[in-house]
């Protein structure tokens, strides 16, 4: 197989060389490849006039394997890889970009990401003390009325009824905003659910 | 010969011969041949970057009713020269270092 190949070589003339040429080097710019051809047809024509014949000069160039190797191995990445690059040139941007940005995006995106976690944890805490504060409501007025029941029985009644009364109020107290405390918590858990909704339905819808 | 190494030293030699006098590609193939084994494949590459890199020009010449192309040195290529042989004197120095070294582990 090898020696049918290098004999073919060694028969080629200058036109069928430099078809060949021009065959191996197809998919490069037209310039590149022009330039080449004029430069071997020129290489060419200088031997022959050394005296050699035309199949001569062919063969002391050399296979062309190693002619078309040299010539890709040389070229810029540049330019073999022009295609691709054009066709990427935004994406390719954008990497760039965001590499380049990368100590100033990523502070600022955890930061972001802080802020937002720790409003939606006072959120929380918020509700949790309004509660609290509302079910101390409930406690002292429960522990007001047994009192002020005790304080009738032991000592002065009228500051006894005194104290009942302030228990009653508590207790009224509980039991009006102890409604709106538990809408207020149900919301806050839908809001939740919404944005967490928003977030990850819109990524699945995405990847699909 | 390294591949690399050898491409940069032809590189030198190339802009050698044209401080001479302006050259074409067959003839700076026969007297590069002279020092170092040289190809037209590897000719070729070398002189496009030497192009490239601002240290040649290149012009054609009409010769027996076809264009021949001639390479002629610029001051870039000039300055080219000059930082080689400077810093071929460095290599020398590490060349010496390492051939003591090997007799010395030869002994």
């Known amino acids: 197989m090898f020696t049918i190949l290098s004999e073919r070589v060694l028969m080629m003339t200058k036109s069928e060389f430099i078809n060949t040429l021009i065959q191996r080097l197809s998919g490069l710019d037209e310039s590149e490849i022009t330039k080449a051809v004029a430069f071997y047809s020129e290489m060419i024509d200088d031997r022959v006039e050394d005296s050699m014949t035309e199949e001569e000069a062919v063969e002391s160039l050399g296979s062309i394997d190693s002619i078309v190797n040299e010539i890709f191995e040389q070229l810029p990445l540049s330019a073999v890889i022009k295609q691709k690059v054009k066709k990427n040139q935004n994406n390719t941007l954008w990497i760039i970009l965001s590499i380049v940005g990368f100590p100033v995006w990523f502070p600022l995106s955890v930061a972001l990401l802080v802020i937002v976690f720790s409003l939606y944890i006072s959120i929380w805490a918020i509700i949790i003390s309004l509660f609290a504060a509302v079910v101390s409501f409930i406690v002292a007025g429960v522990c007001s009325i047994g009192a002020g029941i005790a304080f009738c029985v032991i000592k002065t009644p009228a500051v006894g009824a005194a104290i009942i009364g302030v228990g009653f109020m508590l207790t009224g107290l509980f039991i009006l905003l102890i409604k709106p405390m538990i809408a207020l918590c149900k919301q806050t858990g839908r809001f939740t659910g919404f944005v967490c909704r928003k977030l990850f339905g819109s990524r699945k819808g995405k990847a699909l | ?107």
């Open chain 2, 1 to 107: 010969m390294d591949i690399q190494l050898k491409r940069g030293l032809i590189e030198i030699c190339v802009l050698k011969v044209l401080t001479v006098s302006d050259s074409y590609g067959y003839q700076l193939i026969k007297d590069i041949s002279k020092c170092i084994e040289i190809s037209e494949s590897t000719l070729y590459p070398i002189l496009k970057r030497l192009e490239a890199g601002g240290l040649l020009t290149v012009y054609s010449v009409e010769h027996n009713g076809r264009l021949r192309k001639y390479y002629r040195i610029t001051d870039g290529g000039r300055k080219r020269i000059d930082d080689f042989i400077s810093q071929w004197k460095e290599v020398m120095n590490v060349y010496d270092f390492i051939r003591k070294g090997a007799d010395d582990d030869k002994v």
